[in-house]
């Protein structure tokens, strides 16, 4: 059974940095996208940036210049590198693979404060 294991959430202050990985345990067949997702209290599930199997990254208009999304293929796993945060970007973060099934993390809290 495929899950989707994330880390590396948590309390920053505004400025800072975080790093995200999400690591998918079993085999997964015919991956052709992998993202991230945050939600916020209130507020509906949103695609934060995804990147497709040949390397194509897209992001959110809200993140574009801060965040930057990379795959390690071989691993299964995607990162979100997350830097010059800002207390609007405080959620909780979902990684999402998209292949034959659709597969989700369990999220991670980021938290943006001072």
């Known amino acids: 059974q495929v899950q989707l294991v994330e880390s590396g959430g948590g309390l920053v202050q505004p400025g800072g940095s975080l790093r995200l990985s999400c690591a998918a345990s079993?085999?997964?067949?015919?991956?052709?996208?992998m993202d991230w997702y945050r939600q916020a209290p209130g507020k509906q599930r949103e695609l934060v940036a995804a990147?497709?199997?040949?390397?194509?990254?897209n992001y959110a208009d809200s993140v574009k210049g801060r965040f930057a999304i990379s795959r390690d293929s071989a691993k299964n796993t995607v990162y979100l590198q997350m830097n010059s945060l800002k207390p609007e970007d405080e959620a909780v973060y979902y990684c999402?693979?998209?292949?034959?099934?659709?597969?989700w993390g369990q999220g991670t809290q980021v938290t943006v404060s001072s």
């Open positions: 999402h693979i998209a292949a034959i099934r659709h597969y």
């Open positions: 079993g085999s997964i067949f015919s991956i052709y996208v």
């Open positions: 990147i497709t199997t040949g390397g194509s990254a």
